[in-house]
């Protein structure tokens, strides 16, 4: 089975700060996507990865970036934090430029205060 | 179905009933979809997927139906009980700048009763 896992379920910040989601997948997978679910809109393409060092932005990258230094590991940071950036973040990966389908990680919920 | 404004659609069934979680997508080059189940607090969970050129796939107590004629899927899911209390949502692969991309709708509320 796929699994992906992220660093933290719930964070709380403060407006200003510096803010790092971590996301690892353990199925050698070359894609990597982090999203923002709010209620009413569904989930939102942040920004996501195809390869190491490889990285494009989605529907709403604006007050994000990533990095991806290895093909496991792919980095959202909030360079600083908003409080329209509260939010659940959910992170995923698929297989490769072929693979359609999206495997999840349990997400994280961050509160800005 | 899919939700206009900040509330999902509901489905309230009996456990043991069928139910059916409706889905309309928007892109007729879509050439794949999947259902995805999200229990509270959890991330969203594969349940089933259909290639654009099926009209049906069956899966252990679920079916997907895909009627490309109107853009519309749906997810029958048999015998529900009540851990499949959930948000189910659609999601339509594209092709975008050379990238799959999927696109997400917001979802319906499943609520079982035992």
């Known amino acids: 089975d796929v699994k992906v896992t992220q660093s933290s379920r719930y964070l709380v910040k403060r407006t200003g700060e510096k803010v790092f989601l971590e996301c690892v997948q353990d199925?050698?997978?070359?894609?990597m996507f982090w999203y923002r679910q709010d209620p009413g809109l569904g989930l939102r393409l942040i920004y996501f990865?195809?390869?190491?060092?490889?990285?494009e932005k989605g529907d709403i990258p604006e007050g994000y970036s990533v990095s991806r230094e290895k093909k496991e590991r792919f980095s959202l940071i909030l360079e600083s934090a908003s409080t329209n950036q509260t939010s659940m973040y959910l992170c995923?990966?698929?297989?490769?430029?072929?693979?359609?389908?999206?495997?999840f990680g349990p997400g994280t919920r961050l509160l800005v205060l | 179905g899919e939700s206009v404004g900040l509330h999902l659609p509901t489905l309230s069934v009996q456990e043991g009933d069928n139910s059916i979680i409706n889905c309309a997508y928007s892109n007729s080059a879509s050439d794949y979809f999947i259902w995805y189940k999200q229990e509270s607090g959890k991330g969203p969970q594969f349940i089933i997927d259909i290639r654009s050129n099926m009209d049906k796939r069956q899966g252990q107590r679920v079916t997907v139906l895909l009627n490309k004629t109107v853009k519309h899927l749906s997810l029958q899911i048999a015998a529900t009980q009540p851990g499949d209390s959930a948000v189910y949502f659609c999601?339509?692969?594209?092709?975008?700048?050379?990238?799959?991309?999927?696109?997400f709708g917001t979802g319906t509320r499943l609520l079982v009763s035992p």
């Open positions: 990865s195809y390869d190491v060092k490889m990285k």
């Open positions: 999601a339509e692969n594209m092709m975008n700048t050379g990238f799959q991309k999927l696109v």
């Open positions: 199925m050698d997978h070359e894609n």
């Open positions: 995923a990966s698929s297989l490769n430029r072929g693979g359609k389908t999206q495997y």
